[in-house]
């Protein structure tokens, strides 16, 4: 792939080298930034709904604009962990950082997460993978050109 080639390693603060420790100096010293997603409900076949939380680059600007089909500006999927959504202090981190960077970013909030109510009889559980594959399939099929990528935390790791 040839977008692999120009990812850039990350490396830890030698200090906070430990993914404990980077975890604790987040909880305490902290502040998530401060910006509004843009929410769109996702019904999945089995007529479950899923939030999608979006912040697109040039949301930092103000714009209040829709992400265009044939954009080609990266996409990133994240999908929290266990009992977060898209408003846990990490998860703001991450997609406010990666919108500043110029890609638009996705958060997939697992169902009955994120403030949606459960729609159907089927419930979150963190060893199914159905409602992630579902929503790259739809966001694959509606910005074609876009380079994707996805990002898991914790049980959102293990799910992707």
Known sequence: CNSWSKLHWYLATPWLASPHLQTLFLGIHGRPPSFTYKRQLYTVRDGGTIALD????????????????????????????????????????????????????????HRGLGGVSITSDCLYNGGWTEDVREVINYLHRKYPKAPMFCVGTSIGANIL
């Open 54 to 109: 979006w912040l697109l680059a040039f949301d930092l600007e103000d714009a209040d604009e829709i992400i265009s089909k044939d954009s080609s500006t990266p996409l990133l999927v994240v999908v929290p962990g266990l009992t977060s959504d898209s408003d846990a202090a990490y998860a703001k981190h991450l997609v406010h950082s990666m919108a500043r960077k110029g890609w638009n970013v996705v958060v997939s909030n």
